[in-house]
């Protein structure tokens, strides 16, 4: 990769971690970050695990990620 390429490389290297996380490290906890319905999966994900039932992962939008679209297309 080229010295040009690095800044965008970490760019968008920080806005997926800004804008998305996965749903196996998400619960209930999370609610304002992710809202109720990724929450909940995320709470699913790792309770349903736990009892040998398999539940597909995923990612969540963040809250932040919906704002910033609203924001920037106002």
């Not at 760019?11 to 998400?26: E, G, H, P, Q, S």
């Not at 709470?43 to 990612?59: A, H």
Request: charged content about 20%.
């Amino acid at each position: 990769m080229c010295d040009s390429c690095q800044p965008c490389s970490e760019a968008i290297r920080y806005l997926v971690c800004m804008f998305t996380t996965d749903l196996k490290n998400t619960g209930l906890k999370d609610l304002p970050l992710v809202g109720g319905k990724n929450a909940s999966l995320g709470e699913m994900i790792s309770t349903l695990e736990k009892k040998g039932i398999k539940v597909p992962g995923g990612f969540a939008i963040t809250s932040e990620a919906w704002w910033e679209v609203i924001y920037s297309n106002h």
